[in-house]
């Protein structure tokens, strides 16, 4: 079964400064793609960046970027330059493979950010 | 463009009614999965809906149901309500049946409360 892993709860950052979110996964595919959410107190899961697989380039959203180590299952989200409004809970995702699609969800991490 | 709605955004039952949950997909779309949300288990996968077919089923009891119209518009019903079903419920849309890379847009939930 896969397993997705965030082995933070919480995190806590300065404005302006960078955080680094941890997440861990398991898988046997070879080819799959992993997502990183937000969600915010209004509750409405966000789609921050996602990263393919195959691709070795680590992908970047203006201020979020990931660390994908495929042969560690390592997954991070980096926020660069934090601002009040990143402020959230943040969940790692595995849409699974095989031919039943669905999300796997990490436990999350409550990023608070401080001004 | 609208986003996902989902009606109501809160309900109080009591243990042992039946409740149901509506989403409205983002126009276009046609797939709806639903997830549950709990401190305790996290986020976890109720089912896919994809052209008014279940496409996908995650680990809960039959009490669980979900339907979809023609209009792409689901819902979800709860039987014989329990005190753990106390949950947000989170609906998302996708315009094709979850893959690898889809992108799922998520509705603000129903917080449901059981008595």
């Known amino acids: 079964a896969q397993t997705v892993t965030q082995s933070q709860p919480e995190m806590s950052v300065q404005e302006a400064e960078t955080v680094t979110l941890s997440c861990t996964y398991d898988?046997?595919?070879?080819?799959?793609?992993l997502f990183w959410y937000k969600q915010p107190p209004s509750r409405q899961m966000i789609l921050v960046i996602r990263?393919?697989?195959?691709?070795?380039q680590n992908a970047t959203e203006n201020r979020f970027s990931v660390n994908f180590q495929k042969a560690a299952k390592s997954f991070s989200l980096k926020i660069s330059d934090s601002q009040l409004g990143d402020a959230a809970m943040y969940f790692c995702a595995y849409p699974g493979g095989g031919s039943n699609y669905k999300l796997t969800f990490g436990k999350g991490t409550l990023l608070t950010v401080n001004p | 463009k609208a986003g996902v709605t989902q009606t109501p955004r809160y309900l109080i039952k009591t243990r042992g009614q039946q409740v149901t949950l509506s989403c409205s997909p983002i126009?276009?779309?046609?797939?709806v999965s639903w997830y549950q949300q709990t401190p305790g288990q996290g986020l976890q996968f109720l089912f896919e809906y994809f052209s008014e077919t279940q496409r996908n089923k995650g680990n809960f009891p039959g009490r669980f149901s979900g339907r979809q119209f023609s209009n792409s518009r689901s819902e979800m019903n709860v039987s014989t309500l329990e005190l753990g079903d106390s949950a947000l419920y989170l609906c998302a849309s996708s315009y094709g049946t979850l893959k690898r890379n889809t992108e799922a847009f998520f509705g603000q939930g129903t917080r449901l409360t059981v008595v």
């Open positions: 126009s276009g779309h046609r797939s």
């Open positions: 898988t046997s595919e070879s080819d799959y793609y």
């Open positions: 990263q393919e697989a195959y691709k070795q």
